[in-house]
């Protein structure tokens, strides 16, 4: 089965996501395992008006309401990424290049070049929290001795064409080939990956069939990234728990990695999970297969 993935990148009109919005989006449609773009997606999109006018106000003056309701766009942002005021004109809302950047998106898992920001804007306009994985932390593991690891920088390293940087399809492009021939490097040895696993991206559906319950993960999944999996278990109602405790309802295990046992056969949340059992507590310690099954019946 192909591994095919999004790839996502915003161009926004300043850095903070409660002040500012975004005004381009572009998306590719990746097999990760070849690296063939198979989609693509791109929009301008226009921030919210900032100013509105009451026609009935003594004051009001449509020559001048005309002139503030025209978006202009920070000229040091139309420097940077060459987009201008004139090219957002009629593009769609905010809202609704978000939704139309998750259905072109569906269900495969979305990866972004320093993720946080990018989650944080397109995140403003959705019910569900979608988790975006992040390229930046397979650059910094797979090329540890850069100087920095800026897009650029990694790109210019690898020999990847920075033509257009700053630009939506074009980031997206370069974030595609830093995060293929970052795997690459991690092939074989998926233990080494970063699992780029942050527990509160993950909201459990209060609808889902376990809500209410607890479930904790340890050790390599194989048949999905535990990340995959824990959006998974989070649609069905689970909370995913960081460590074993009283509140923890099961304990998903993986293939353990012997070098990170020290000197013991089980991990440590396994063995703490094996003593709250023995002290009265009903924790269900199950495999992989086990997890799968459950949520698929």
Request: overall charge negative.
């Given at each position: 089965m192909s591994n095919i993935?999004?790839?996502v990148d915003l161009e926004t009109e300043g850095l903070d996501s409660n002040q500012h919005q975004i005004i381009e989006i572009g998306a590719?449609?990746?097999?990760?395992?070849?690296?063939?773009?198979?989609d693509e997606f791109q929009t301008f999109s226009l921030p919210e008006e900032y100013y509105e006018y009451d026609e009935d106000d003594e004051e009001y003056d449509e020559e001048e309401a005309r002139c503030y309701d025209k978006y202009?766009?920070?000229?040091?942002?139309?420097?940077?990424?060459?987009?201008?005021?004139?090219?957002?004109?009629?593009?769609?809302?905010?809202?609704?290049?978000?939704?139309?950047?998750?259905?072109?998106?569906?269900?495969?898992?979305?990866?972004?070049?320093?993720?946080?920001?990018?989650?944080?804007?397109?995140?403003?306009?959705?019910?569900?929290?979608?988790?975006?994985?992040?390229?930046l932390t397979i650059a910094r593991r797979a090329f540890p001795t850069l100087p920095n690891h800026k897009l650029v920088t990694?790109?210019?390293?690898?020999?990847?064409s920075t033509e257009g940087s700053?630009?939506?399809?074009?980031?997206?492009?370069?974030?595609?080939?830093?995060?293929?021939?970052?795997?690459?490097?991690?092939?074989?040895?998926?233990?080494?990956?970063?699992?780029?696993?942050?527990?509160?991206?993950?909201?459990?559906?209060i609808n889902g069939i376990f809500f209410g319950k607890?479930?904790?993960?340890?050790?390599?999944?194989?048949?999905?990234?535990?990340?995959?999996?824990?959006?998974?278990?989070?649609?069905?109602?689970?909370?995913?728990g960081a460590t074993v405790g009283k509140n923890t309802d099961y304990l998903v295990v993986g293939t353990q990695i012997l070098s990170s046992l020290a000197?013991?056969?089980k991990s440590t949340k396994h063995r703490t999970a094996e003593q709250l059992i023995e002290s009265g507590l009903d924790i269900k310690i199950i495999t992989e297969n086990d997890f799968l099954e459950m949520i698929k019946n």
């Open positions: 993935a999004v790839i590719i449609k990746v097999d990760l395992d070849t690296g063939e773009v198979l202009v766009l920070d000229i040091e942002i139309q420097v940077l990424t060459g987009i201008t005021s004139e090219m957002l004109e009629g593009a769609p809302h905010n809202q609704e290049a978000v939704n139309a950047f998750f259905e072109f998106a569906q269900d495969y898992t979305i990866w972004a070049y320093n993720a946080g920001f990018d989650s944080k804007f397109l995140n403003n306009y959705t019910e569900e929290f979608r988790p975006l994985r992040d390229v990694v790109a210019d390293y690898l020999n990847i700053h630009r939506a399809i074009a980031d997206c492009l370069m974030a595609k080939e830093v995060l293929v021939q970052g795997l690459k490097i991690f092939s074989g040895h998926p233990e080494l990956l970063p699992h780029d696993f942050k527990i509160k991206d993950f909201k459990p559906n607890t479930l904790v993960f340890t050790g390599v999944l194989h048949t999905m990234r535990r990340d995959v999996a824990a959006d998974h278990a989070s649609k069905y109602g689970f909370k995913i000197g013991h056969d």
